[in-house]
């Protein structure tokens, strides 16, 4: 969820309107806990301020934290600062009918791919076994287990934080009896793995090659699998295109072949560069 322009009314009520031109505009709130990022170029201190003047504003917020730098490394979280409220980075955060325990300074959270998680799931059909090789706090694999109805869904992340929070919400989602969830490198682990999956998710754009290349030893015809990539495109319509035949080549790279069944433009992440999943059926596999 997202407030635009209060942050910049915000700004300018205590800072005055030339330094509230150089605030982002966008708030991210995660459960009770309101986050706002800091442009490179301004000092931390002049935020606490603008932190205790959101926090009078907005009465269910909490918290307030300062992200001091976008995502980095292999887990994908930020540097934050405590601004305002209580000094609690955990909270709870509500998605598509399911609660969600995190400390958003240890997890990957992003409320914008909340569309994705119920879209795979409405796919889902019946007694699937899906696995998640990326799972973080566990969205994808909950949701698709609530809305789904799969059998089995086992999901991976490296983040040991985020394994621990998973374990907890799928009990709290009461899906536990059908989760299996492993702390590790999905890199290595997938490809020894002594079963076939129904479906495939890679929710992370980053090891886009890689992911592919491990899962392509778990398919099946009619396996589902749905990587997540980082494209150079003019518009969001050339995107999915050009998502769609990378993907469908990569594939074809291992012998095997692919149909795309859909997709979906998460975000831009910088002018004319999107971040884009695909939904593919292996249609033959590789010898
Ligand atoms: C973009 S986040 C996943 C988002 C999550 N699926 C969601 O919907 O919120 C990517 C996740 O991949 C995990 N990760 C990165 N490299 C990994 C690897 N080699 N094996 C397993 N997990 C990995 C990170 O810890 C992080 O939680």
Redesign the pocket.
């Known amino acids: 969820m997202s407030e635009e322009p209060l942050l910049r009314r915000i700004a300018e009520k205590v800072l005055g309107s030339d330094y509230a031109k150089l605030i982002w505009r966008r708030i991210e709130i995660v459960g009770d806990i309101a986050i706002i990022r800091k442009p490179f170029n301004l000092s931390e201190d002049i935020f606490k301020v603008i932190g205790e003047e959101l926090l009078k504003s907005l009465s269910y917020v909490k918290s307030v934290w300062l992200a001091i730098t976008p995502v980095y490394g ?3 979280t930020r540097s934050y600062v405590h601004l305002a409220g209580e000094k609690r980075s955990e909270t709870v955060y509500k998605e598509h009918g399911c609660i969600f325990k995190l400390d958003v300074t240890k ?4 409320p914008v ?1 909340g569309y994705d ?1 119920m879209r795979i799931a409405k796919q889902i059909r019946k007694s699937e076994k899906i696995l ?6 566990g ?2 694999s909950i949701i698709a287990s609530k809305y789904g109805k799969p059998s089995y869904v086992l999901s ?4 040991e934080h ?1 394994v621990k929070y998973a374990r907890e919400n799928a009990e709290l989602n009461k899906v536990a009896f059908l989760n299996e969830i492993i702390h ?4 290595l ?1 997938v490809p020894s793995l002594q079963r076939k999956f129904d479906r495939i ?1 890679m ?2 754009p ?2 886009f090659e890689k992911a592919i290349e491990a899962a392509m030893m778990i398919v099946k015809e009619e396996s589902i699998v749905h990587p997540h990539l980082f494209i150079e495109a003019r518009n969001k319509r050339e995107a999915l295109i050009k998502s769609a035949e990378t993907v469908k080549k990569f594939i074809e790279k291992y012998g095997a072949s692919a149909e795309i069944i859909g997709g979906h433009v998460i975000r831009g992440v910088a002018p004319h560069k999107y971040h884009t999943t695909v939904d593919v059926v292996i249609k033959k596999i590789g010898k």
């Open positions: 292999i887990e994908r997890v990957y959270i992003s791919l998680h998640n090789m990326f799972s973080g706090f969205p994808y991976i992340d490296i983040n985020a590790g490198d999905a890199l682990i998710l929710p992370f980053d090891l």
